[in-house]
């Protein structure tokens, strides 16, 4: 897939090298000269730019990219701008990171899906895991929904019984001494430390994780 991300923050830096990662093309665009020559030995293709200026982003034929991220940290005029120019040229997938809640209602008004509030986020991942230590890993998927994984704690749960319990949640797989088990029937026996991976609503996935608290 070909992304673009532009601001190469921490936060814009990250995403892009971690796309890179997934064997994406990748297209970083920044105004700061001197950070794209410092940056640019770890990117695919990085590019000076003002996204601010609709041209620039013509030129790069951004309505190409399966999805862009406008990852600009402290300007917020810029990030507004650059979205605005993004909405004009019809770019369909956009991603905005916003520097404070008063941001993320601006970019909301302007009909933008994908928020994204790094510290208010990550503050709600630090809660969920201090709160169910049982969950290691949990995905957003959207209309609250979510797929967790849960490290299962005792073997005095089957799979039967929890299926019963949570009839609307779906049980995906199991993972087990790095093995994925991804048939599972009605018979299925946890052992201990087993990884069970979830999908379902928040309420149901909450309370199915407290099933598997120490």
Do not use: C
Request: hydrophobic share 45%.
């Amino acid at each position: 897939m070909q992304f673009a991300v532009i601001g190469l923050g921490k936060f814009g830096l990250a995403a892009a090298l971690e796309l890179q990662g997934l064997d994406n093309t990748v297209t970083t665009i920044d105004h700061d000269e001197k950070l794209i020559e410092k940056l640019g030995d770890r990117l695919h293709y990085a590019v000076i730019a003002d996204s601010t200026d609709i041209s620039a982003l013509q030129e790069l034929n951004i309505a190409d990219y399966d999805a862009v991220l406008v990852a600009i940290g402290a300007d917020l005029e810029a990030s507004l701008l650059t979205v605005l120019n993004l909405q004009n040229l019809n770019v369909k997938n956009i991603w905005v990171k916003a520097k404070n809640q008063a941001h993320a209602m601006v970019l909301k008004g302007l009909d933008i899906v994908k928020v994204i509030e790094p510290e208010y986020d990550m503050g709600v991942r630090i809660a969920q895991a201090m709160n169910y230590p049982m969950v290691t890993q949990y995905m957003p998927l959207g209309d609250n929904y979510f797929l967790i994984k849960i490290v299962v704690t005792s073997t005095e749960h089957s799979l039967a019984k929890l299926q019963d319990k949570y009839p609307n949640d779906k049980f995906v797989s199991v993972m087990r001494n790095g093995q994925l088990i991804s048939e599972l029937d009605s018979d299925f026996q946890f052992i201990e430390n087993d990884r069970l991976i979830v999908m379902g609503e928040l309420k149901s996935l909450r309370a199915l994780a407290l099933e598997f608290k120490a």
